[in-house]
């Protein structure tokens, strides 16, 4: 019996020491962190300002030491677009990689793609960009806006402001048909009416009969929800026929910078609320702003895409820290306790516990004839109250749904 | 009850002319010559990059537009010399070749470019008929089809190097035999394809949003209208754009872009069925 144990402890020994020296280098070791962007293909307008931002960050925080003394190894795959090739990417760097942490995808159809393949491992997965909102997934967490944070704000001051009368022109996939539910959830209180609804297919460029629905209906304002460089061919086609109707969108200047690329005054009339736009002018956004034009001077423009993937870093960073480890279940309990912020360029913001989406500090702005950007309203900081309000609470149970205002969590 | 009627009429013409500019360039490369043209978006892509970096450059925008038309039939004629000419008697692999152009050309012009370029002022002004306001350019683009359909008509049919061309599509071997020199006639043919195909560009510049993966946008319908319009593409392709303007703009109006585009596709899945060899072969059978 004696023997037994001895030898047992004898055995047990150089084991540890294995373990040791494995710790030790752990922590010398760096953090890895896999980054899925699209920077070919029709969304490299997007995905490259994502790329942009990322590396600025990680140079910024690698330059001050990295994250609990470990430098950040930042490991790109370009999917091009394609949500097969999302999964597949998703499936190297986590399986194959080992990465600490997953960051990426620009389309609804892309996150919801990758999602499954990240719920099965435990790893912490964050989506960099404003989307339709409703994701309720504990290893997922959202630094973009979402509809509480840009349409709670931007449908009422646009009913107030320009009537009660609105059409809708959206892209025919999941983004589309949910932001226009949930424009249509949001009139119905105000006394609004949507007198025209068209979805139009990603890819199509030509909008003369839409031109003409939308005189035959004489909407007080248009809900824009076209998605694409193609959709977008829209707006020069609206300008050329003199539609001059004012319109409210929660992706246009912000995300596709409409208005570097027409030439005036074809976004005139454009109206937006967003977390961020180049236009922001306080002193951390001008300081922001200066530090990214010296490393990529030759952006077109700093969209709210390419400042949430920056933002994204410094909150992981901020989170390994409070948590002093990389491990997924400590990191949310640091969320759990509800003061998880970063200062942000915007602000501070903070993780809202129940859903873990961003709070965010919310102006609405507005683009005039010379196609120039006014902030015309400051909201303040809006929490992404919508999840926790109909059920989602991520500390007590984790559904891996994408709840809707048309499907939400079952009552209790 | 009058501004109804021209609505209509304006939306037939909006997509008529969309389906000829877009298809006429193709019918010459793929109608004609047999070659099926992937790259044929790339080359619309370079019309409107080409117009749109003259027009900044100081351009008048109608000199631009010719220059964005010019550089794509520059560019076809060479590569038709370089790389297209061994690969007639291969389709598949003409196919192959001409698709990984296409991915050269998107990726190098975001390289060398950017994700986007700047955009033109779209020319004219609107114009009101009862409670519709229209933009009057969309009515250039269609006189402008129309041009393009006689220009190609009277190019093929009326002079001698259409003459020529079409003897040499048709049997190779016996034009050379006649004097008639085929490498030329090859290249040119060629050149005046992708030319129409920047024209297309070139005239669509000012109405949308420029990057680099464009050209994909006018692809399904140029090669929807050139099958449609069948082997002879002088015969074929007017008709062909007519009735799928008439099924599109009709569908559009009625039941909205999804159901337009869907009807598209299977009034042509039906169209070929009926028809095997398109529009021009049925004439033809009706004719002689």
């Known amino acids: 019996m004696k023997r037994r144990t001895l030898l047992a402890g004898a055995a047990a020994l150089p084991l540890f020491n294995i373990i040791d020296s494995e710790r030790a280098h752990a922590d010398t070791k760096p953090i890895k962190i896999g980054l899925l962007e699209d920077i070919s293909g029709d969304l490299a307008v997007f995905g490259i300002p994502k790329l942009h931002g990322s590396q600025l960050a990680v140079e910024e925080i690698n330059g001050k030491g990295g994250i609990l003394g470990r430098q950040i190894e930042l490991m790109q795959l370009d999917p091009q677009g ?3 090739r999302y999964q597949e990417f998703a499936r190297r760097m986590l399986q194959k990689e080992k990465v600490d942490l997953l960051i990426g995808g620009i389309t609804s159809a892309s996150r919801e793609a990758i999602r499954p393949i990240v719920d099965r491992t435990n790893t912490l997965y964050i989506y960099t960009n404003q989307y339709e909102g409703g994701v309720c997934d504990a290893s997922m967490i959202s630094v973009g806006a979402v509809p509480e944070q840009q349409l709670s704000t931007l449908i009422p001051w646009m009913v107030e402001k320009f009537g009660k009368r609105v059409y809708t022109v ?23 009416q949507v007198v025209g609804e068209e979805f139009i297919p990603l890819g199509v460029s030509q909008f003369a009969q839409t031109i003409q629905n939308i005189q035959k209906a004489k909407p007080d304002w248009l809900y824009m929800l076209n998605v694409g460089a193609a959709q977008n061919s829209f707006f020069p086609q609206a300008s050329a026929a003199h539609l001059d109707i004012p319109m409210g969108s929660p992706i246009k200047i912000m995300l596709g910078f409409e208005h570097k690329q027409f030439p005036a005054p074809v976004m005139a009339n454009m109206y937006a609320a967003a977390n961020w736009f180049e236009e922001l002018d306080t002193p951390a956004a001008e300081d922001f702003k200066k530090r990214w034009r010296a490393k990529f001077p030759k952006e077109t423009y700093i969209n709210d895409m390419g400042y949430n993937a920056y933002v994204a ?12 480890s990389l491990n997924k279940d400590d990191i949310r309990k640091v969320i759990a306790k509800g003061d998880a912020g970063i200062d942000a360029p915007e602000g501070h913001i903070v993780i809202d516990p129940k859903s873990q989406h961003t709070s965010h500090h919310m102006r609405l702005l507005s683009v005039d004839k010379e196609n120039k950007v006014h902030i015309v309203k400051d909201f303040g900081v809006i929490q992404p109250y919508w999840l926790g309000q109909v059920g989602c609470d991520l500390t007590k149970s984790n559904p891996k749904e994408q709840y809707t205002p048309d499907h939400l969590p079952p009552k209790r | ?21 877009s298809a006429a360039g193709l019918a010459i490369i793929f109608g004609m010559m047999g ?3 992937l790259a044929h978006g790339e080359f619309i892509m370079c ?4 117009t749109s970096a003259a027009y900044h450059a100081g351009l008048p925008l109608p000199l631009a537009q010719a220059c964005g038309a010019v550089v794509a039939g520059l560019i076809g004629m060479l590569l038709e010399v370089t790389i297209i000419r061994p690969l007639y008697s291969r389709p598949l692999d003409s196919l192959l070749v001409t698709w990984g152009i296409s991915l050269v050309a998107t990726q190098g012009t975001l390289i060398a470019l950017g994700s986007t370029f700047p955009g033109i002022d779209t020319p004219g002004h609107s114009f009101s008929v009862g409670e519709y306001s229209f933009s009057s350019y969309r009515m250039v683009l269609f006189a402008a089809s129309l041009c393009v359909l006689g220009f190609v008509y009277v190019l093929f049919m009326r002079t001698r190097f259409g003459v020529h061309a079409r003897a040499t599509m048709q049997n190779p071997g016996m034009a050379q035999a006649l004097g008639v020199r085929k490498g030329i006639i090859y290249a040119v043919s060629f050149g005046i394809g992708t030319g129409l195909a920047g024209l297309c560009g070139a005239l669509y510049a000012p109405t949308m949003n420029l990057i680099p993966t464009m050209g994909a946008s006018f692809l399904v319908e140029a090669f929807v209208t050139v099958v449609v319009g069948g082997a002879n593409v002088l015969l074929g392709t007017g008709p062909a754009a007519i009735a799928l303007g008439v099924i599109r703009a009709g569908l559009n109006a009625w039941y909205g872009q999804v159901v337009g585009e869907i009807g598209l596709l299977i009034a042509v899945v039906l169209i070929i069925r009926v028809l095997p060899d398109g529009f021009s072969g049925w004439l033809t059978r009706r004719t002689s």
């Open chain 1, 82 to 84: 394609d949500n097969a």
């Open chain 1, 170 to 192: 959206a892209a025919d996939y999941n983004f589309g048909h949910l932001s226009a539910e949930w424009g249509r959830t949001l009139l119905k209180p105000l006394g609004g």
């Open chain 1, 313 to 324: 870093l410094y909150m992981y960073k901020m989170l390994a820290e409070r948590a002093k």
């Open chain 2, 1 to 21: 009850m009058v501004a109804d009627l021209f609505s209509d009429f304006y939306q037939f013409a909006d997509v008529f002319a969309f389906l000829i500019l």
């Open chain 2, 35 to 37: 070659v099926i043209n």
């Open chain 2, 47 to 50: 019309g409107v990059y080409v």
